[in-house]
């Protein structure tokens, strides 16, 4: 073996046809091709230029670090720009239009086809930043964006100026998709000694804890308008389902069906939530209003049935764990429970989750699992109408739980005890948390 | 090693803080009862005052009952048990709160839980008079038993079903282990359990819950086929985030895949 595989793989004539394939007819509405593979579309060359000092104050020096960090990562984890490294960046630091010498950006050895710059200051306890975007290849009218932020001055702050710009930048250079800057990414973490539901950035910074129940609460999943955490949780009668609110910071009203209640899932337009409830004595997948009420029961064979997921497209199909054949498969069904359809062909397929645009699942699949068998639990994605598939992570622990972001370029999953991302190709894997255990990451939907 | 051996502890915790709510409840339930017996008696004293007939002139020679009653020992630890005598004069009958009618004079063994009063009432034709005896009962620091039958007896008899890997049929090794299991449950009816699932450290966490509750019902299924109650059996599924063993070897992971009774407190 030769050690860790270098993403050419990708380029592999199988690979490549097999995504050529796959992205094919989704052309007109998606940037999946450019974004995920690189296939014929160049990245973006872009630069973030140094942002200037405006003030002397104590505070600045440091908030325009933490700003040219955030912008430079969230430019760079964005998946569609190729970026000039700083070394390579002329030695200007332009504060304004007036003083950015454009024509050294756009020659060698930046390159650069943008550059994001601008200037940042501290007064009176406010932090302000004039952010602009120019495009370095049109001198005559180069301005692209010109924006200005203004917030209380403090590192937190600061950062979400920086995420707020870079997603302007995103979203008018990256086809119409907005950017993922401003996501959050909820999870489960024991850095308070129980496993409790915690948030943090999408880049791994601000993690703070949401629940205080010292059990064990597992699988939070935020609703789509960002207002309530549905998790399981453990209690005296076992598994139940519970709603955390992060308006009242506070457990709110949610009807758990009696038995083993699992694996929360909400719909796209909030109005729904699929779970699996072993009331009946096995468990099965039910789908309930958003207070629990209105149950609806909708799949019945003998076997675990547990982790639906909604496709978040038509919210007219769920995807779900399946154990009624033996070892859990990845199936999909209509969202009153009619025409299943078994989507993997054997091994041990866990942890679905649906794709924004509603064309690929992502999910933990090993394929060669059974006793005694060595781990290789990896995130693969398949397309839905194809059932085609592709390994994303290889050799690299036991990898679980991906949760698409709401622009499909990437995917936070769990690799051993911690939290990581990538963009929906494979590359570019980077770890988010460290310190105790955080796992069972989910993405939220803005 | 450190993260099994926190979530033991947490998974610790978690029982020990449900037992304390368990013993809160019940002490306010008894705190309950005896307040809603304190006020049927007052509101069955107004009625009778209410409903009777103007008083007949009490017989010049009926005397007013005499009551007492004594507790020994007066203080004692929970699971002992105390002697109450108590003795009237000119009363036609008696009784004790929370007890009962009694005989007029007589003893009897309690066996209090809790700090408790017996009063004592004694009623004749020269009217009522009442006597109280308080029992204290001393909370050891850890929960009382509710039965002589402890966590390590119970282990000892009822044993745990293992199961093969991703399964949670009954295999046919653990059938007598499940005949065994009934068998003694059968003799206590009295006591309560829960069926707990269990599942090895393979494979994913959602999964394994639901495995898990497949687990713990199979075991109490078989253990109702076998003429156990379903009402004295609950199931809880710990997947895999409780394990008994915590090695990352096939023995190890036969240890974690099983469902495991204990006393359901």
């Known amino acids: ?446 | 090693m450190n993260n099994l051996d926190t979530l033991l502890k947490e998974e610790n915790n978690v029982l020990t803080r449900f037992r304390n709510h368990r013993i809160r409840q019940s002490r306010r339930f008894v705190v309950l009862v005896a307040g809603a017996a304190a006020m049927l008696t007052v509101a069955g004293c107004h009625k009778k005052a209410a409903a009777a007939p103007p008083p007949p002139p009490p017989a010049a020679s009926a005397p007013a009952p005499t009551a007492s009653i004594t507790a020994s020992p007066d203080t004692i630890s929970p699971g002992q048990s105390v002697v109450l005598a108590w003795r009237t004069t000119d009363a036609n009958s008696a009784s004790i709160e929370g007890i009962g009618p009694v005989p007029t004079s007589g003893t009897r063994t309690v066996q209090p839980t809790e700090s408790a009063d017996y009063t004592l009432t004694a009623s004749g034709d020269g009217g009522n008079a009442t006597a109280t005896a308080h029992v204290t009962v001393n909370q050891p620091a850890s929960a009382p038993a509710e039965s002589n039958i402890n966590e390590q007896v119970f282990e000892e008899n009822v044993k745990p079903v293992f199961y093969d890997y991703d399964s949670y049929d009954i295999r046919p090794d653990a059938q007598s282990v499940i005949s065994q299991d009934a068998s003694y449950l059968n003799q206590h009816p009295e006591l309560k359990v829960v069926v707990g699932g269990y599942c090895d450290e393979r494979g994913s966490t959602e999964y394994n819950l639901a495995l898990g509750e497949n687990r713990a019902n199979a075991a109490k299924q078989a253990l109702v086929s076998a003429g156990v109650s379903p009402d004295r059996l609950r199931t809880v599924s710990y997947g895999k985030e409780k394990q008994f063993c915590t090695e990352h070897s096939e023995s190890c992971w036969q240890q974690n895949r099983r469902a495991q009774f204990t006393l359901d407190q």
């Open chain 1, 1 to 446: 073996m030769n050690g860790k595989k270098s993403p050419l793989y990708l380029f592999s004539p199988f690979c490549v046809s097999l995504l050529i394939l796959i992205v094919a007819p989704a052309l007109h509405a998606q940037d999946w091709v450019r974004t995920g593979t690189n296939l014929g579309v160049q990245r973006i060359r872009l630069a973030a230029a140094s942002f200037k000092p405006m003030t002397s104050d104590v505070q600045s020096l440091p908030l325009k670090s933490i700003f040219d960090q955030t912008l430079y990562n969230d430019l760079k984890n964005a998946g569609i720009f190729d970026m000039v490294s700083q070394s390579m960046a002329p030695p200007e630091m332009p504060g304004s239009p007036q003083e950015i010498h454009l024509d050294q950006w756009a020659a060698p050895p930046s390159n650069a086809a943008m550059v994001a710059f601008g200037n940042i200051g501290v007064t009176d306890g406010r932090v302000t930043v004039q952010g602009f975007l120019f495009d370095a290849k049109n001198p005559q009218t180069p301005q692209i964006l010109g924006k200005q932020y203004s917030d209380i001055a403090n590192d937190e702050n600061t950062r979400q100026i920086a995420h707020r710009f870079a997603d302007e930048i995103i979203a008018r250079l990256g086809g119409g998709v907005n950017g993922i800057c401003e996501t959050h990414i909820y999870y489960v973490s024991t850095r308070s000694g129980h496993k409790e539901i915690w948030v943090m950035d999408y880049d791994g910074q601000n993690a703070h804890q949401l629940t205080h129940l010292d059990t064990i609460s597992l699988s939070p999943r935020i609703s789509p308008d960002n207002s309530r955490v549905a998790f399981s949780s453990l209690g005296r009668d076992g598994w139940t389902i519970r709603m955390y609110s992060l308006t009242l910071n506070r457990i709110v009203h949610f009807v758990s069906p009696g038995g083993t209640t699992l694996s929360p899932a909400w719909n796209s337009d909030g109005s729904r939530i699929a779970f699996s409830s072993s009331r009946t004595g096995d468990n099965e997948i039910y789908t309930a209003s958003p207070d629990g009420g209105d149950l609806r029961r909708i799949t019945s064979f003998r076997g675990p049935d547990v982790s639906p997921v909604w496709n978040p497209k038509t919210n007219s199909q769920i995807a779900w764990v399946s154990g009624r054949t033996g070892l859990p498969q990845i199936y999909i069904m209509d969202s009153d429970g009619s025409n299943v359809q078994r989507m993997t062909d054997g091994g041990y397929a866990t942890s679905p989750s649906w794709s924004p645009s509603g064309q690929f699942l992502t999910f933990a699949w090993n394929r060669h699992y059974g006793p005694g068998a060595p781990g290789g639990q990896d995130i693969y994605i398949m397309d839905i109408a194809s059932k085609r598939w592709i390994q994303l992570t290889h050799e690299e622990g036991a990898n679980d739980f991906p949760s698409w972001s709401p622009d499909n370029r990437h995917i936070v999953f769990q690799r051993d005890d911690q939290i990581w991302t990538m963009l929906s190709d494979g590359t570019e894997q980077q770890q988010l948390t460290h310190g105790g255990s955080n796992t069972m990451p989910n993405w939220s939907w803005k």
